[in-house]
């Protein structure tokens, strides 16, 4: 027979044999008999320990995005969960497949209102795809085996296990299972057929890419298919970096940041193919566009079959898998079209246009930080981008392609920004790795900076520091104006911050300075933190 394990070790052995590079989390006493498990194997699953819960979580969630598996992260009952939950909000929107495994008290006080306790399949229901409360230790393998096929299955999304604490310790007999395989549906040839016909009879046709995790491959096949057939395409809201921003039939991304003619320009099209977004409110503007009475085919590609037609009621609504989609458009010509080829390029020009950022007078001008790093970023860099007014210089005047990536939370969740460098600078130690945070987003989980101190971590933090919360204070100037209130920060010098974790930390009130400090930085053998002092925006 083989050897009685405890529940925490039958966990991660399952836990092993699902490929997890690494796992992140805030230790806590309702998981110790998994952390004692985790003890005798640092080589096989690393550990990372986090300053807060919402760091952790973030920093899984980014972890997944970036490789399209299942991030892993652990937390306490209770106020770390609760502490989580916010994550879990970025991965459900997102479409991020992700874990959460959570402590829970023991079996015996469920129920009572015990230390801590909190119903997890209820608190839970509106984050996640699936909530497991799981009350036998041998079942913990099946659990885990579920647990990742929910989340990478159709429309990927988060999974939450609660763990009893003593059904982490109690011994017992099992044996891990092996992944499930996901079933992946394409297009069948008449859904095929449709979509040409459709593409064929139009003059305007317009592509929305976007949602969920995107692969290089993906983003190769549209724009074989793009530039085969000059249609133009358009990204989701922070789904910059799913199609070449320098591709000639980019047009532009949807979002808070698009440039001021896309919305007119997209709502003249005649033949619309949106190929895994959700059609969500920042993507349509409010859920404005189309709306109009133009006439015009919508067709919808999603994993899910209960999103298609959750926002909008498409003429063709198609279940099935976005890679094996965009593989069959890959190999589809459209008939020739001068046309089309006209509105393609007349949407190219537009987006070009829009690229100049505007002058900002005196002091640090933040176009100019973006067109720096365009010029001296590599390809493959990874830039991570916070929620806030300040995000507008990173979507639109930063360029994008693949194998360069764009995290970013879109449900504009602060505090995104550095747990997300950190995750990508600790997933891929070779590549450059940028994030973009402003001064409130900074302060909500800059104490991170300590994780990266700890584990090598080398990204480079661009604080945007304008002293306020922009983003609320620009929405009461337009409903409440002469009425500023709750906006004004009192902030540290970021600096000296990064420099209390030994970190390089530099200030920067001008471009000439920034200029001048950022060979060093990305020189750093440390994360390096450079502060962007942003008086006059």
């Not at 970096?241 to 320098?246: G, I, K, L, S, V």
Request: net charge negative; proline share 6%.
């Amino acid at each position: 027979m083989s050897e009685r394990l405890s529940g925490g070790q039958l966990l991660v052995e399952a836990l092993i044999e699902h490929g997890v590079p690494r796992l992140f989390c805030v230790p806590g006493e309702s998981f110790l008999a998994v952390l004692d498990a985790l003890y005798d194997v640092p080589e096989h699953l690393p550990l990372i320990t986090c300053r807060h819960e919402s760091g952790a979580a973030f920093m899984a969630a980014a972890r997944a995005q970036l490789s399209g598996q299942p991030g892993v992260c652990f937390v306490t009952r209770g106020p770390g969960a609760a502490n989580a939950s916010i994550a879990l909000h970025v991965a459900r929107q997102a479409s991020i497949p992700m874990v959460l495994c959570v402590g829970q008290v023991a079996r015996d006080n469920l129920g009572r209102e015990s230390f801590q306790e909190v119903d997890y399949e209820t608190f839970f229901a509106p984050f996640a795809k699936h909530v497991e409360q799981v009350t036998i230790g041998e079942a913990l393998p099946g659990a885990v085996a579920r647990a990742f096929h929910i989340a990478r299955s159709g429309r990927p999304g988060p999974v939450v296990l609660a763990l009893p604490e003593d059904v982490l310790s109690e011994p017992g007999f099992a044996a891990p299972e092996p992944a499930r395989p996901v079933q992946r549906r394409g297009l069948d040839a008449a859904q095929l057929a449709q979509i040409k016909a459709s593409l064929n009879e139009a003059e305007r046709p317009l592509v929305i890419f976007g949602g969920g995790v995107t692969t290089d491959a993906m983003s190769r096949d549209l724009e074989q298919f793009a530039r085969r057939n000059r249609v133009p395409v358009c990204v989701a809201w922070r789904r910059n970096d799913a199609f070449d921003n320098e591709h000639a039939c980019f047009a532009g991304a949807l979002g808070l940041s698009a440039h001021a003619e896309l919305y007119t320009l997209a709502a003249e099209a005649d033949c619309v193919l949106v190929v895994g977004a959700r059609l969500d409110e920042p993507t349509t503007r409010g859920y404005t566009l189309f709306r109009d009475q133009r006439a015009r085919e919508l067709i919808h590609v999603y994993p899910n079959q209960a999103d298609i037609g959750r926002n909008y009621t498409p003429t063709l609504g198609i279940c099935a898998d976005i890679g094996e989609t965009l593989g069959a458009l890959a190999t589809t010509t459209l008939e020739a079209s001068d046309a089309r080829g006209a509105w393609c390029q007349r949407l190219r020009d537009a987006c070009l246009a829009a690229r100049q950022p505007p002058q900002v007078e005196g002091g640090l001008d933040p176009g100019e930080v973006m067109a720096t790093l365009n010029r001296r970023l590599p390809r493959d860099a990874i830039v991570s981008v916070d929620a806030g007014n300040f995000t507008l210089w990173p979507q639109r005047y930063r360029n994008y392609s693949r194998p360069g990536r764009l995290l970013a939370p879109i449900n504009g969740a602060m505090g995104w920004g550095v747990p997300a460098a950190i995750a990508a600078a600790l997933a891929e130690p070779a590549r450059r790795v940028v994030g973009c945070v402003g001064d409130g987003g900074m302060l909500m989980t800059g104490m991170e900076l300590a994780t990266a101190a700890k584990y090598g971590a080398k990204p480079l933090i661009l604080v945007f520091n304008n002293s306020k919360f922009g983003t609320i204070e620009m929405h009461q100037d337009r409903r409440y104006p002469g009425r500023r209130i709750a906006n004004d920060l009192c902030n540290p010098d970021f600096a000296l911050f990064a420099k209390s974790f030994g970190l390089y930390g530099a200030r920067v009130a001008d471009n000439a300075a920034f200029d001048a400090v950022l060979p060093a930085a990305l020189a750093a053998d440390t994360a390096a933190v450079i502060e962007l002092v942003m008086e006059n925006v």
